[in-house]
């Protein structure tokens, strides 16, 4: 969650790169908060912009960084699923 201790948020502000997921979920945050600003505020159409910038960049971080991460832990430690194996 974005709301972690006001030392930190100054630390983030001035541009140090994130060390924890929280701290990550607050630049992410501030990131939205100034688009929003900066587009006279939250409109269904701001916000719907947002969103799916969000929910492409998730998936893009998916396909280009998780999948094939999965892909070498299967080759790795062997197959979970067996629907669609050879019997």
Do not use: F
């Not at 972690?4 to 929280?22: E, F, H, M, N």
């Amino acid at each position: 969650m974005p709301y972690i201790p006001p030392k930190d948020r100054q630390r983030l502000d001035a541009g140090s790169a994130p060390q924890t997921v929280g701290e990550l979920n607050y630049v992410i945050t501030r990131i939205i908060d100034n688009y929003l600003q900066q587009h006279d505020g939250a409109s269904y159409t701001q916000l719907n912009a947002v969103i799916g910038a969000l929910e492409c960049a998730k998936l893009e971080l998916y396909r280009r960084i998780a999948a094939p991460y999965e892909d070498e832990k299967i080759r790795e430690n062997g197959e979970v699923y067996t629907l669609g194996q050879p019997a």
